[in-house]
T-cell receptor, first 116, second 115 residues
Framework: AQKITQTQPGMFVQEKEAVTLDCTYDTSDPSYGLFWYKQPSSGEMIFLIYQGSYDQQNATEGRYSLNFQKARKSANLVISASQLGDSAMYFCAMRESGTSYGKLTFGQGTILTVHP | DVKVTQSSRYLVKRTGEKVFLECVQDMDHENMFWYRQDPGLGLRLIYFSYDVKMKEKGDIPEGYSVSREKKERFSLILESASTNQTSMYLC??????????????FGQGTRLTVV
């Protein structure tokens, strides 16, 4: 069964608008972490934001925020005031505490295109 | 500045060749990982290592092996390359266990083409 699901293969947004990238996850581990990474066309993976399963508040990092709905098992990334440089592939990932040695499980990714 | 360095950005190899992908990290991380990235499939874990000479299979280990003789270096080996191993390969490293928020750092990726 897919542990991390990103249902949007591609998304388009106008510059300066906000966009939400969806991520749902599946785990029975009570302690887990959720990550979002950005991958520009150059290929490197850039860490954006982290949410822990016990965190009471939604994580925020600058223009990035995470809409964490634990009961629904969703961890959507919200990018406010989109910029042309936000065009990239975005991956949602999960680390479960019970998983040996901290490996990350990734979703399929969403390609975001920001239009001027 | 933290660094995970993969030896090649692009590689072209022939079917049947033995291929080595090298990864070096300078952060004294215990964990190192090899992922494969394919369109529509995201990143899938091939192998990982939590200590020198220790290795564990990931989700898709078939056709691959790994070597970790030194803490900073983790090699992925394609024993006999096949065209279905044409893909982007990403190396990552992290500390052993600092909780679920332990961040992984990635290399720049190696795009391998097997012809």
């Amino acid at each position: 069964a897919q542990k991390i699901t990103q249902t949007q293969p591609g998304m388009f947004v106008q510059e300066k608008e906000a966009v939400t990238l969806d991520c749902t996850y599946d785990t029975s581990d009570p302690s887990y972490g959720l990550f979002w990474y950005k991958q520009p066309s150059s290929g490197e993976m850039i860490f954006l934001i982290y949410q822990g399963s016990y965190d009471q508040q939604n994580a925020t990092e600058g223009r990035y925020s995470l809409n964490f709905q634990k009961a629904r098992k969703s961890a959507n990334l919200v990018i406010s005031a989109s910029q042309l440089g936000d065009s990239a592939m975005y991956f949602c990932a999960m680390r479960e505490s019970g998983t040996s040695y901290g490996k990350l499980t990734f979703g399929q990714g969403t390609i975001l295109t920001v239009h001027p | 500045d933290v660094k995970v360095t993969q030896s090649s950005r692009y590689l072209v190899k022939r079917t049947g060749e033995k291929v080595f992908l090298e990864c070096v990290q300078d952060m004294d991380h215990e964990n190192m990982f090899w992922y494969r990235q394919d369109p529509g499939l995201g990143l899938r874990l091939i192998y990982f290592s939590y200590d020198v000479k220790m290795k564990e299979k990931g989700d898709i280990p078939e056709g691959y092996s790994v070597s970790r003789e030194k803490k900073e270096r983790f090699s992925l080996i394609l024993e006999s390359a096949s065209t279905n191993q044409t893909s982007m390969y990403l190396c990552a490293s992290s500390f052993f266990d600092r909780g679920p928020n332990t961040e992984a750092f990635f290399g720049q990726g190696t795009r391998l083409t097997v012809v």
